[in-house]
């Protein structure tokens, strides 16, 4: 079984991040190549990155960062949910990936993006890809972008998806599975 952290990128008091996060984190468990394990960052609770020494060099000094380095650490891949904050993804996110580098490395990464809006979180995905580039995690092409998410929201606070959104889920994991064999060997070969 290969290890996949969920990680939901947004941390406001009543952020909907971890209610698509514990849908998709179900999916990649019932797909069934996967264990899957939900981060959200909002429990995480990471202090604006506060190493004093660069984390390729990984000297951490404090609890927080040990912990979020050995939690993925332990990952073959990742999905990221994020929604869009004006126009990119949320600065939360941009703190936990600037923590760790090697961490991070030769893993592939899907995405589920949402907003409230029209755009499903697009532009959000644009500058995530960019900025995971320097960090070496390869970003799919297939992704789950949630456009109006809250008609998918029902009154008692659960997500409940279209048949187009799992479908896009199940592309996505198919394919996350191809990318996760391949690059544990590139990851491996030293
Ligand atoms: C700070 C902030 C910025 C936002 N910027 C955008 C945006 O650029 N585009 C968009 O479609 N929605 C935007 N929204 C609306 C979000 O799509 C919506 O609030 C969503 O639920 C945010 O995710 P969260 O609930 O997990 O925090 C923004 C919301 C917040 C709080």
């Known amino acids: 079984m290969y290890k996949i ?21 179900e999916q990649v468990n019932r797909h069934g190549a996967f264990e899957a394990e939900l981060l959200d960052l909002g429990e995480v609770n990471l202090p604006l990155m506060n190493e004093a020494v660069h984390p390729v060099m990984k000297q951490y000094e404090h609890e927080h960062t040990k912990q979020w380095s050995a939690k993925i650490d332990e990952a073959d891949a990742f999905i990221f949910v994020t929604a869009e904050y004006d126009y990119s993804y949320p600065a939360s996110l941009k703190n936990a990936l600037e923590y760790l580098v090697h961490e991070w490395a030769f893993k592939p990464a899907g995405m589920v993006s949402y907003s409230i809006g029209p755009f499903a979180g697009v532009r959000a995905v644009s500058s995530l890809k960019a900025d995971l580039l320097s960090l070496k995690v ?19 606070g659960a997500f409940i998806p279209n048949e187009r959104i799992i479908g896009n889920a199940k592309i996505m994991l ?12 590139i990851k491996e070969d030293k």
């Open 174 to 185: 198919d394919q996350l599975l191809r990318w996760t064999k391949g690059l544990k060997s």
């Open 138 to 156: 390869v970003s799919l092409l297939e992704m789950v972008n949630i456009p109006m998410l809250n008609e998918y929201l029902t009154e008692e």
């Open 5 to 25: 952290k969920v990680i939901s990128a947004t941390v406001r008091p009543g952020r909907k991040g971890p209610l698509v996060g514990q849908w998709i984190t």
